[in-house]
Every structure is written in structure tokens, then in C-alpha cells.
């Protein structure tokens, strides 16, 4: 079965970065591709972007750009986001999610969510 | 960006009624509309894609319509399993995914 299993939870000072993980399983990792939504609590959804597994391919949320990184390791089935410069307005928690290969589309496998705390 | 805006907000409603929340989109994204719901605490889930169809293992009584800039997602027979946040989501290979605001469903 598909699973997508994602790091523990962080907390950060302002101004750091966080590197989240999310381990695929049970499919061809590079058949698809991953993006990444986030959740402030209280809020609705946002995506931060989407890389193709496929070709390396990414694809940013505007608002992020030049503060995210994704990536992916396929020799591990491991999907990464990178969130630098962190605010409090960062404070969220962060899903992965399978999506197509060629570009960001639908979202059919979720990770757990990764819960990330910037206090100072 | 593609904005979206979702009606009602919020919404209470009996067992057994039928439950309608709109999507509309800021320009046209032909069927590019996706929808999911979410509970307290868990991941969304992947309901409806491209409009009108059916996630494998989804119950018959969700279903989506629209094209365009105009959707509509109903649940025919609302369940007290069906008590959780609704979001539709567009697609543009260009303009990147945007969620609409959510629409949150309880019971009457």
C-alpha cells in the first residue's frame, strides 16, 4: 500500500531553517512527483510547491520563492523540503503529498504532517 | 495567481439532507478542480478530481460538477462521518495550485 511517512516534529528560532523528510513507499518513486502543502493552525491549505521525482523538476508557490528548496534522493524514496529564514508566520504543519510527475495536478497519498514550531 | 473563493463558509445540516458548496475561480481553469476533505487532526483526503470524477474507494453520494470558472461539489445524503472541512484546488502548470478557503460541514 502507499505509504508516505514523514520526519518528527521541530522547533526553530527565527531566522533558522528546517529540512523535512517524507519516505515513499509502496509505489515507483519516480513515476510521480511530490508537493507540499502547509497548514497554519486555525488555517486553510497552501501549497509551497512541487518537484517531480520523475526529472528533479520543481515548481514553487511564488510566495516562497528564494526560501524553499525541495529535492529528492530516489535511491532512498525520500522527498525533502527546505524552509529557510524562518518567521513566525511559519509555524505550520507541513505535508507532503504524492502528485503527478509532470506537473503539480492532484493529490491522491498524504504523509502524516510534520508539525513545525518557530518560537524564540 | 488563481484565486478561489468557496460558498458558504460553513454550513449545518441534517442526516439525510443533500449539501451543495460552490467553487468559483478568478479566470478559467477549464476542469482543473479538484476536491477534498478534511477531519480534525488528519491529512486531507482526495475526493473528486478534474471536476466530476470519483476517487477510487470514495462513496457515490460525493460528486462534483463544473467547468470553467463555476463548480459545484454535493454530497447527496449527508453521513456524520461527512462532519469535516471541505476544499476545492485548482491546477496551472504555469500559475502553480491554489485552495480555495474551505467550507466547514457539521450536524444539525
Known amino acids: 500500500q502507499v505509504q508516505l511517512v514523514q520526519s518528527g516534529a521541530e522547533v526553530k528560532k527565527p531566522g533558522a531553517s528546517v529540512k523535512v523528510s517524507c519516505k515513499a513507499s509502496g509505489y515507483t518513486f519516480t513515476s510521480y512527483g511530490i508537493s507540499w502543502v502547509r497548514q497554519a493552525p486555525g488555517q486553510g491549505l497552501e501549497w509551497m510547491g512541487w518537484i517531480s521525482a520523475y526529472n528533479g523538476n520543481t515548481n514553487y508557490a511564488q510566495k516562497l520563492q528564494g526560501r524553499v528548496t525541495m529535492t529528492t534522493d530516489t535511491s532512498t524514496s525520500t522527498a525533502y523540503m527546505e524552509l529557510r529564514s524562518l518567521r513566525s508566520d511559519d509555524t505550520a504543519v507541513y505535508y507532503c503529498?504524492?502528485?503527478?510527475?509532470?506537473?503539480?495536478?492532484?493529490?491522491?497519498?498524504w504523509g502524516q504532517g510534520t508539525l513545525v514550531t518557530v518560537s524564540s | 495567481d488563481i484565486q478561489m473563493t468557496q460558498s458558504p463558509s460553513s454550513l449545518s445540516a441534517s442526516v439525510g439532507d443533500r449539501v451543495t458548496i460552490t467553487c468559483q475561480a478568478s479566470q478559467d481553469i477549464s476542469n482543473y478542480l479538484n476536491w477534498y476533505q478534511q477531519k480534525p487532526g488528519k491529512a486531507p483526503k482526495l475526493l473528486i478530481y478534474?471536476?466530476?470524477n470519483l476517487e477510487t474507494g470514495v462513496p457515490s453520494r460525493f460528486s462534483g460538477s463544473g467547468s470553467g470558472t463555476d463548480f459545484t461539489f454535493t454530497i447527496s445524503s449527508l453521513q456524520p462521518e461527512d462532519i469535516a472541512t471541505y476544499y476545492c484546488q485548482q491546477y496551472d502548470n504555469l500559475l502553480g495550485v491554489t485552495f480555495g478557503p474551505g467550507t466547514k460541514v457539521d450536524i444539525k
Open positions: 503529498a504524492r502528485d503527478d510527475y509532470g506537473d503539480p495536478t492532484h493529490f491522491d497519498y
Open positions: 478534474d471536476a466530476s
